[in-house]
């Protein structure tokens, strides 16, 4: 370990900023925002200021590489070691995919955690950044703990940092950094075991030896190296597999979030004459994942629960599941599989945390999100790769395409049809008056088209482990044959407001499930617009992103 000279601990003073509140995943503002001087130390130094007893204790730090990762790195390294850190275990170039970070802080027993994302918005100059703080079980930190941290950030008089020179995060080892060690780490290593230890690899090789073909688009955000890694190198899928795999700061001028809309080059070659047999795409933190067969696009609802009928296939979840739990606009195919295996289907607000208590408690094995969110109690986090190897899994083991996997299910279960609209940079009075007047509605029992309402409310939360109560999480206009409107802003944009409709229709009958979403939720589409009076509002008559 390389000596260090004497290093003086400033103390410096500062004052709070305005707006320092977490949203769904922590604190995401522009990158010029976060520049301005003391901006990040002041948050940095508020996460701090809220924990007790980390003296000595190891501290998780990476990001998934965005421009002003490497800059935040350094500032939160030489303020860690001001705090009294021990070790700072730190990803190769200041990178860790956010499931990654989960899996180094729940191996190495650490006190928790720093993320540096903006998760799947844009990165550079005049784009987004972030920064998450997650505890020792290794997941988001729960509303208590964010809500204690951003009362801090409205006190704040003073940071501590230490005066020195920047730290070389480009070699693997160790550095003191005053009393503390800063340990850089292969990013990829520990998550690609813990990914060897759930999953059948000798399976998943020979599938590929077999012929079988996949192109995992890594929109040049941070799962590059960990697709290459994992899918091409220890499984032998051909070299080429992993497309955009250079992480960039600006991940190629692209808006790193696998969908059907922006994951294009991965959509275009699904569709083409000589598609591969899977297709899937992350995020720009590795946590959120697409899946497409040839051809074919499985909704992350409908992908929850094909996992969950079909997770005893692989050696990690051999023993079955505890529970499944989704968020609450998440489809309801999970449920009824839940019901078909006799454990319990958990219905938590919009953000991975709420999963966090469940998983603990282990009451869930598997949980989703819609928002291409899927994971397990492997780490506290969503994770992209994790999902697409459990696909992968699924199909060695049963020998079926994707589309075939996906339509026996249907066949099984039925088919929800579930589609998601968002009106993206909103007026925020606009969007906050939809929701006001929804809240409002007294919809029960009324008719409308061919639906009847069961009932309509705002969503409320109370966590079945630690009983606390999260209300206001969305409008939902349930209706009696199950089908559903949800609305709900979102906790996550950094640009004026943005309304997402959620709407969901089941479908029992095997001869209807070859519709269109679009066309099988035409009539829900309209009454949600007709609800909400979006058009008179919002002045919009079409949704920016439809997924
Ligand atoms: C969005 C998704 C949500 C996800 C979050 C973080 O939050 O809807 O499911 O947990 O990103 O990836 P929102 O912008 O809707 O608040
Ligand atoms: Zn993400």
């Known amino acids: 370990m390389a000596t260090e000279p004497s290093i003086k601990v400033i103390i410096r003073e500062s004052t709070p900023f305005e707006g320092q509140k977490p949203g769904t995943s922590g604190l995401r503002k522009k990158v010029k925002v976060f520049q301005q001087p003391h901006y990040l130390e002041n948050f940095v130094q508020s996460i701090f200021d809220t924990q007790e007893g980390f003296e000595g204790q190891t501290l998780v730090l990476g990001g998934d590489g965005r421009f002003y990762n490497r800059e935040a790195v350094q500032v939160i390294l030489k303020m860690a070691a001001a705090n009294g850190f021990g070790r700072v275990m730190v990803g190769r170039g200041g990178i860790l995919s956010t499931p990654a970070a989960s899996c180094v802080i729940r191996k190495y027993g650490a006190f928790g955690g720093i993320i540096l994302s903006a998760s799947h918005n844009p990165g550079g100059p005049d784009e987004d950044f972030g920064i998450k703080y997650n505890t020792a079980a290794g997941g988001p930190a729960p509303e208590k703990v964010t809500e204690a941290i951003h009362a801090r950030t409205r006190q704040i008089t003073s940071y501590r940092i230490l005066d020195c020179p920047d730290v070389d995060l480009d070699q693997i080892g160790e550095t003191a950094l005053g009393g503390m060690v800063v340990q850089v780490i292969d990013p990829v290593e520990d998550y690609a075991e813990l990914m060897e230890s759930l999953f059948d690899f000798d399976a998943i090789r020979t599938l590929f030896h077999d012929g079988f073909r996949i192109c995992f688009d890594a929109m040049h955000a941070v799962t590059g190296p960990y697709a290459c890694e994992i899918l091409e190198k220890r499984l032998g899928a051909v070299p080429g597999s992993v497309i955009n795999g250079k992480p960039l700061p600006d991940f190629g001028q692209g808006h790193p979030d696998p969908n059907l809309v922006h994951a294009h080059d991965l959509v275009a070659v699904m569709n083409g004459p000589a598609a591969p047999d899977m297709g899937a795409a992350s995020d720009g933190d590795g946590d959120r994942n697409m899946i497409l067969g040839r051809n074919f696009y499985v909704t992350p609802s409908d992908s929850l629960a094909v996992l969950a009928a079909n997770a005893h296939l692989a050696p990690g979840y051999a023993e079955g599941l505890k529970g499944i739990a989704r968020s609450m606009p998440t489809s309801q195919a999970p449920d009824r599989v839940a019901e078909a295996l006799g454990i319990p289907c958990w219905e938590t607000p919009t ?16 949980c989703g999100e819609e928002s291409f969110g899927t994971g397990s109690d492997h780490v506290r986090e969503k994770d992209g790769l994790w999902a697409v190897l459990m696909w992968l899994n699924v199909v060695a083991a049963r020998g079926e395409a994707i589309d075939e996997i996906v339509r026996g299910h249907w066949r099984q279960y039925g088919r929800n049809y579930y589609s998601r609209h968002d009106y993206e940079g909103l007026d925020t009075e606009a969007a906050e008056g939809v929701m006001e007047h929804l809240r409002n509605l007294a919809l029960k029992g009324r008719r409308i088209g061919s639906f009847e309402v069961a009932f309509n409310d705002d969503f409320s939360y109370t966590d079945p482990v630690d009983g606390a109560v999260s209300k206001k999480q969305g409008i939902r206009v349930v209706f009696t044959d199950g089908s559903r409107i949800v609305y709900r802003l979102s906790g996550t944009g950094t640009a004026g407001a943005t309304l997402r409709i ?38 919009r008559d079409t949704p920016t992103v439809i997924t």
Not at 351 to 366: E, H, I, M, P
Not at 505 to 534: M, S, V
Request: net charge negative.
């Open 502 to 539: 959620y709407m969901e229709r089941y479908e029992p009958d095997p001869e209807k499930h070859d519709q269109d979403n679009q066309d099988a939720l035409a009539e829900l589409i309209a009454i949600a617009k007709d609800l909400a009076e979006i058009s008179r509002r919002t002045g």
């Open 351 to 366: 953000g991975w945390k709420f999963f966090g208590n469940l998983l603990d408690a282990g009451k869930a094995t598997l």
